[in-house]
């Protein structure tokens, strides 16, 4: 079956820095790959995703890249803020309706 | 996003008792439920898929008659651990799938269960 990988595990970067994040797939038949923030409590919000016939997604702040010959996909967030610390989960799946493999999460504190 | 309603939040039992969590997707019709588990500081794990009106399907370690997943209707999904004991404590998560739902998967709020 699938297997997402996630890292890194933990990231901190200074307001207003870079963040990325990255995660590596194991099946290729897999061809959608959604992103979530989850904080503390509380059930993971839809942040941003993309199909497999897409290189790139950008929404604001936020972008995703995904390089299906490689099998990884990247969560980019750019002048990041105070509130977008959060854990941040990357997800595969055949495709949309179908169940999701998550990755293992990343923590991400933004000092401000 | 899609409209999804979770209850209760939290909840805390004692061991033995059983406990039912509530979600309905509330702007659209969920043909498809998944059922997450979600342990402190860990990742999401699939427990069960079900499909309006069908039974539902467990992943391989989750027992079907402790987790009973009912979804009777497009609306509402109930997930009820029955006689919960400590190890079952966790956070429940629901994600409800149909296409009205732009055919992504928005999650529940969540439900804590502490099982004294």
């Known amino acids: 079956g699938e297997n997402v990988e996630q890292h890194p595990s933990t990231l901190s970067v200074q307001e207003g820095d870079s963040a990325v994040i990255k995660c590596t797939y194991s099946d290729s038949a897999s061809n959608y790959f959604p992103w979530y923030k989850q904080e503390l409590g509380k059930g993971p919000q839809l942040i941003i995703d993309i199909r497999s016939n897409v290189g790139e997604k950008k929404d604001q702040r936020i972008a995703v890249t995904l390089n299906k010959t490689a099998k990884h996909f990247s969560l980019h967030i750019t002048e990041t803020q105070p509130e977008d610390s959060a854990v941040y989960f990357c997800?595969?799946?055949?495709?949309?309706?179908?169940?999701?493999?998550f990755g293992a999460g990343t923590i991400l504190r933004v000092k401000s | 996003g899609a409209v999804v309603s979770q209850h209760p939040s939290w909840v805390i039992c004692k061991s033995g008792t059983s406990v039912k969590i509530e979600c309905r997707s509330l702007?659209?019709?969920?043909?498809?439920m998944f059922w997450y588990r979600q342990f402190p500081k860990q990742s999401l794990m699939l427990m069960a898929t079900s499909n309006e009106g069908s039974k539902a399907t467990y992943e391989q370690g989750v027992e079907k008659d402790k987790f009973l997943i009912n979804h009777a209707s497009l609306t509402l999904s109930t997930l009820t651990v029955t006689s919960a004991h400590p190890e079952d404590s966790s956070f429940y998560i629901c994600s409800p799938y149909g296409a009205g739902g732009g055919e992504k998967l928005f999650f529940g709020s969540g439900t804590q269960l502490s099982v004294l």
């Open positions: 702007d659209f019709q969920a043909t498809t």
């Open positions: 997800a595969a799946s055949l495709s949309y309706g179908n169940k999701l493999v």
